[in-house]
């Protein structure tokens, strides 16, 4: 079981549709959790991180279920620009260096 | 704003050669890390360095080194190079925040291929 999983998708929504992307972990003690957006060709920037108490940016809402392990990112009101890959990441350990990054979903929204 | 620059974007090399990949970031970051990501894998960490001089293995090191001479400054080195290490190389930074919170910061990429 690879340590952190996501459904590679692709996702092919029309904009404006609402967009949900899971994603699970495997080590109970993960500390934190982000999620990063890469655009094609281009390299991995934090999209936002994750808290235990989930948390909003704008159309973004990202969750966090320990006692699942599996955090989620709730996509609003799709736009055009938010085609991209999604790659969810766990830092299994407090301090740690070794983050985890996931395969990554990838995102397309059509006109 | 944070900057992460590697040396080459794109970069051709023959089976057996010594390759060198520089990467420069501007922000006095202590952490430095080298993945490569390849298609349905994600990125793979291949080392990581959290001081000058200081490297630990990720967990794909085989067959790459790295140096870490000044803060700054993370190579990577592919002693002899193969076609299974044809990939997309990302050098990234961070700080070292309690509970792993940093936000690592990505260089742009170097396309490797190896013929």
């Known amino acids: 079981r690879k340590e952190v999983e996501q459904d590679p998708g692709p996702f092919n929504v029309p904009e404006g549709a609402t967009v949900a992307f899971n994603c699970t972990y495997s080590n109970s003690a993960s500390q934190s959790f982000f999620w990063y957006r890469q655009d094609c060709r281009k390299e991995p920037k934090l999209l936002m991180s994750v808290y235990s108490s989930g948390n909003e940016d704008g159309r973004f809402t990202a969750q966090l279920n320990r006692a699942s392990q599996y955090i989620s990112l709730l996509i609003r009101d799709s736009k055009l620009s938010d085609s991209a890959t999604y790659l969810c990441?766990?830092?299994?350990?407090?301090?740690?260096?070794?983050?985890?990054f996931g395969a990554g979903t990838r995102l397309f929204v059509k006109a | 704003d944070v900057k992460v620059t590697q040396s080459s974007r794109y970069l051709v090399k023959r089976t057996g050669e010594k390759v060198f990949l520089e990467c420069v970031q501007d922000m006095d970051h202590e952490n430095m890390f080298w993945y490569r990501q390849d298609p349905g894998l994600g990125l793979r960490l291949i080392y990581f360095?959290?001081?000058?001089?200081?490297?630990e293995k990720g967990d794909i090191p085989e067959g790459y080194s790295v140096s870490r001479e000044k803060k700054e400054r993370f190579s990577l080195i592919l002693e002899s190079a193969s076609t299974n290490q044809t990939s997309m190389y990302l050098c990234?930074?961070?700080?070292?925040?309690?509970?792993?919170?940093?936000?690592?910061?990505f260089g742009p990429g170097t396309r490797l291929l190896v013929l």
């Open positions: 360095s959290y001081d000058v001089k200081m490297k």
């Open positions: 990234a930074s961070s700080l070292s925040l309690a509970g792993g919170r940093e936000t690592q910061y």
């Open positions: 990441v766990v830092n299994p350990r407090t301090g740690g260096f070794k983050t985890i």
